[in-house]
């Protein structure tokens, strides 16, 4: 297994390394991509087992652009930190209960699960992920009405879990900052967080580096939880989440987090609109490290 | 392989046109152009390919310099095919040794040739940081080149320096003096000029891109401070990683010191307004893609380490 694993390593790719392989073996892969005719991407059998887990029995609602989308680029611009957004649209917005969002052929497909609290208007959950190969990624959302809707996209990268940990993964553990924007609607969030996945070699020892992720956030604005999220070793390094509603957001908004040693972060944006508002400590069992 | 056989039946033709007495192209191997650029410079002048179109492996400019004692070479191209064809075309002009084979950074379009030159054992020279950069990428290259390297294709190909620049070193080629300098993280984190002071001609490997849109791949601020400081130099002429020499250095920094701050100014602005990554991608430097080639394949990348970076300044 672990030899298995090794093998499969590949550094950081060279930026114009990246596209070429990418574009290369794109053509392969139209030919499947096409001849699925329900709008979804292909299937695996991560998907299924994982269908079968989440939701037996249900069926999932094939959905219109407007009511939910996933943005996921098709050659992302790094494998390490691939950008994905889901949109929700008005007849979505505050009927939202939970998301999945799942990368069908990575180590551990599940990348984050979003409870959003009732009454919540989640408009928009940005991310960034890491893909291990050539993958379909999907977003699969309960409503407050008990239906199930998924949206999938098919992404072109390799490499992305095992890509050594950038020069930008030293800094303060935990630090938060907070960026709203001046409309106060979305805020970007940024956590200083190595989110190693287990699959990656220091590149002067030749060790493995063992996993050390953000496994728990939680927003909540005087007390009141707005959003958690369950998140694992598919979250790129340095997480980043935005979050954008229909309506200003409330202010205050807390944010604490988790990580898999049991470290415990926090930070406070006040409602500044202006600057870097944050506010960030650290504390618990596995303090600041 | 069938699309890249079909390229070299193309440029036959072509390369009997451009071979008449009168032009400057020399073939030194069938489908290897060089030109003289001054006494003792010889230049190869990449095509300006994506990395995933036929004819990759010979994209970046490379070339070399011709003392009484010694060759130098600068890069060597992305297949050890373009490397044997610039040592082709080196033994074509002169039996004088090939003491140095210099490369001015990691990636693969001016490294994977320098096996080709293992024979006629050079010293290889680059960057302090060139070393460490090739232990990073050579399992990577191996395994997405492989096609680029003598079969069957292993990282001990991959040839890393015997000599390391820490700031600045002379090479002397025997009434030609080279002066190699080793610069902070610009367009990689082990970029490396090379200037022949007899002729004044400046190697900027890819510390300047022409035509050819910049790929970031090591600080988009570090590289502006770098232009800074190559605009001050006086040379006579300026041999760029990628596009036509340029006579003006100064005048041919300007498009690339133009991007880069675009590009940095883009977005700064969009972090300050807690935009998205991918509307960094859309929006970002958007003004300046007419006057780019191959802006797909690198433009979104660019704005993706920027964004990262800045993230946490």
């Given amino acids: ?289 | 392989m069938q699309p890249r056989a079909f390229l070299q039946t193309l440029t036959w033709p072509l390369i009997a046109l451009l071979s008449h007495p009168g032009a400057l192209a020399i073939a030194g191997a069938p489908g290897f152009q060089l030109q003289q650029l001054a006494p003792g410079v010889f230049v190869h002048i990449g095509q300006q390919l994506a990395l995933d179109a036929p004819g990759h492996d010979d994209i970046a400019n490379i070339g070399f310099v011709l003392g009484t004692h010694c060759v130098a070479v600068i890069d060597t191209g992305g297949s050890v095919r373009v490397g044997r064809a610039l040592r082709a075309a080196i033994r074509q002009r002169s039996r004088v040794p090939i003491c140095y084979v210099i490369n001015t950074h990691v990636h693969v379009d001016h490294v994977l040739g320098n096996a080709a030159f293992v024979q006629e054992r050079p010293k290889f020279v680059g960057h302090a940081a060139l070393a460490a950069a090739l232990a990073r990428s050579r399992d990577f290259f191996v395994q997405q080149y492989a096609e680029d390297l003598d079969q069957p294709p292993d990282t001990a190909q991959i040839i890393g320096p015997d000599i390391a620049v820490g700031q600045t070193l002379v090479l002397d080629l025997g009434d030609r003096r080279l002066s190699l300098r080793a610069w902070p993280v610009a367009h990689t984190d082990c970029d490396l000029t090379v200037f022949d002071e007899r002729s004044g001609t400046l190697w900027t490997g890819d510390l300047l891109f022409r035509d050819r849109l910049p790929a970031v791949d090591g600080s988009a601020s570090g590289w502006l401070s770098v232009l800074d400081e190559l605009e001050r130099l006086q040379v006579t002429r300026a041999i760029p990683g990628h596009g036509p020499v340029a006579s003006d250095l100064p005048m041919a920094l300007q498009p690339e010191r133009r991007y880069l701050r675009a590009l940095i100014d883009g977005v700064r602005d969009e972090l300050a307004r807690g935009g998205s990554m991918q509307q960094a991608i859309v929006q970002v430097a958007a003004a300046e893609q007419p006057h780019w080639l191959l802006w797909d394949s690198t433009h979104a990348r660019n704005v993706a380490h920027v964004y990262e970076q800045m993230e946490w300044q």
């Fill in chain 1, 1 to 289: 297994m672990h030899a298995h694993l090794i093998s499969r390593l590949i550094s950081r790719p060279q930026p114009q390394a990246r596209a070429s392989v990418l574009a290369c073996l794109l053509l392969g892969f139209c030919g499947v991509a096409s001849a699925v005719g329900d709008g979804q991407t292909p299937s695996s059998g991560a998907w299924e087992y994982l269908q079968r887990q989440f939701y037996p029995d249900r069926t999932l609602g094939v959905l219109d652009e407007r009511f939910m989308s996933l943005e996921a680029p098709a050659n992302t611009p790094d494998p390490a930190a691939t950008p994905l957004t889901l949109h929700f649209g008005d007849a979505a917005v505050g009927h939202i209960k939970q998301i999945r969002v799942i990368i069908d052929n990575n180590p551990s497909p599940v990348a984050a699960t979003f409870d959003v609290a009732s009454g919540a208007r989640v408009a928009e959950i940005g991310l960034r992920v890491r893909i291990d190969r050539f993958t379909s990624v999907r977003a699969i959302a309960e409503t407050t009405d008990g239906r199930v809707e998924m949206r999938s996209a098919w992404v072109n990268a390799s490499g992305g879990c095992s890509a050594p940990p950038s020069a930008l993964s030293a800094g303060t553990l935990g630090e938060i900052r907070f960026r709203p924007s001046p409309d106060a609607r979305s805020m970007l969030v940024s956590i200083r967080h190595p989110n190693n996945s287990g699959f990656q070699i220091d590149p002067r020892s030749g060790e493995p580096i063992a996993s050390h992720y953000v496994s728990h956030l939680r927003f909540s604005s005087d007390g009141r939880t707005l959003l958690e999220a369950n998140t694992g070793i598919s979250l790129s390094e340095n997480p980043t989440l935005r979050i954008a509603s229909d309506q200003p957001l409330p202010a205050p908004i807390s944010l604490d987090v988790v990580d898999s040693t049991d470290a415990h972060f926090n930070a406070s944006w006040s409602g500044a609109l202006a600057g870097n508002s944050a506010s960030s400590s650290a504390s618990g069992a596995g303090g600041t490290r």
